[in-house]
């Protein structure tokens, strides 16, 4: 990136933050600029690469998926040349919504969505546990998104 953030930057950051499909013009009357400086500084914010990308959320429920749960997963101290692979592969499964590689007691959570309580437990116990590198899991039901 050329230059710092500036309050408009942050401002339309905000705005496409809260919905990615805003118009111009209201995203413009937000931050109080006019339509040309908010697409030119959208525009900017893509070509930096400060917006990486676009994309949309998804009700679980309304795909069936009525349980959301926080997986924590720790590998095995001698699985740790595999994380990238181990990594690779959690992405790769349908039920896994978003995969965090992170510090603590834990090498990974991840964000699953299943069906019911009964499919959360075969995916952690069949799935998940199974695997060799996996020492433990620790599972967090989500009772609401905030």
Same mark, same amino acid.
């Given at each position: 990136?050329?230059?710092?953030?500036?309050?408009?930057?942050?401002?339309?950051?905000? +705005?496409?933050?809260?919905?990615?499909?805003?118009?111009?013009?209201?995203?413009?009357?937000?931050?109080?600029?006019?339509?040309?400086? +908010?697409?030119? =500084?959208?525009?900017?914010?893509?070509?930096?690469?400060?917006?990486?990308?676009?994309?949309?959320?998804?009700?679980?429920?309304?795909?069936?998926?009525?349980?959301?749960?926080?997986?924590?997963?720790?590998?095995?101290?001698?699985?740790?040349?595999?994380? =990238?692979?181990?990594?690779?592969?959690?992405?790769?499964?349908?039920?896994?919504?978003?995969?965090?590689?992170?510090?603590?007691?834990?090498?990974?959570?991840?964000?699953?969505?299943?069906?019911?309580?009964?499919?959360? =437990?075969?995916?952690?116990?069949?799935?998940?546990?199974?695997?060799?590198?996996?020492?433990?899991?620790?599972?967090?039901?989500?009772?609401?998104?905030?």
């Amino acid at each position: 990136m050329n230059r710092p953030l500036d309050q408009v930057d942050r401002g339309i950051l905000q +705005a496409v933050r809260d919905n990615a499909r805003m118009p111009i013009a209201e995203i413009a009357t937000r931050v109080k600029v006019s339509e040309s400086t +908010a697409h030119r =500084r959208l525009r900017s914010l893509i070509d930096d690469r400060v917006i990486t990308k676009f994309s949309a959320e998804i009700d679980a429920t309304a795909l069936g998926l009525s349980t959301e749960a926080l997986v924590q997963i720790r590998l095995h101290q001698g699985a740790r040349s595999a994380l =990238r692979e181990f990594a690779s592969f959690l992405q790769s499964l349908p039920e896994i919504q978003q995969v965090y590689f992170v510090s603590g007691g834990s090498d990974f959570v991840a964000h699953v969505a299943v069906a019911n309580s009964a499919a959360l =437990r075969d995916f952690v116990s069949d799935v998940i546990s199974t695997r060799p590198e996996v020492a433990s899991t620790n599972t967090s039901l989500i009772f609401e998104r905030l």
